[in-house]
């Protein structure tokens, strides 16, 4: 599986920005999906999460009413569409994929370690 993340860029505060991840190798319906964050002297964090089926999803609490986490399958593409972004919202942002295959009682969308593949990241800074 690989995974390209592009979109980011510079926003003002309060300002809304679509980050893509485009996965290839395998079928997106089987693959759980994530997206984290890395700001600057600061560890990796989760930001959202897709179950296999997309029936599920998860957020982190920072974020939770203003991203948003969708996939077109079409396109095998996953996105992370954020609004209403704030200064602390600035970091490097990665889309991450679970093994091809992995059911839901075996998806843990905010435990980094259980993800197998990673993208090479975004930078996405947000201007006060």
């Known amino acids: 599986v690989q995974l390209q993340a592009s979109g980011g860029g510079l926003v003002q505060a309060g300002g809304s920005l679509r980050l893509s991840c485009a996965v290839s190798?395998?079928?997106?319906?089987?693959?759980?999906m994530g997206w984290f964050r890395q700001a600057p002297g600061k560890e990796r964090e989760f930001v959202a999460g897709m179950s296999r089926t997309a029936g599920s999803t998860n957020y982190a609490d920072s974020v939770k009413g203003r991203f948003t986490i969708s996939r077109d399958g079409a396109k095998s593409t996953v996105y992370l569409q954020m609004n209403s972004l704030k200064p602390e919202d600035t970091a490097v942002y990665y889309c991450?994929?679970?093994?091809?295959?992995?059911?839901?009682?075996?998806?843990?969308?905010?435990?980094?370690?259980?993800?197998?593949?990673w993208g090479q990241g975004t930078l996405v800074t947000v201007s006060s």
């Open positions: 190798g395998r079928t997106l319906s089987s693959i759980p």
């Open positions: 991450a994929a679970y093994k091809p295959g992995t059911i839901l009682s075996d998806w843990y969308p905010r435990n980094e370690a259980r993800y197998d593949y």
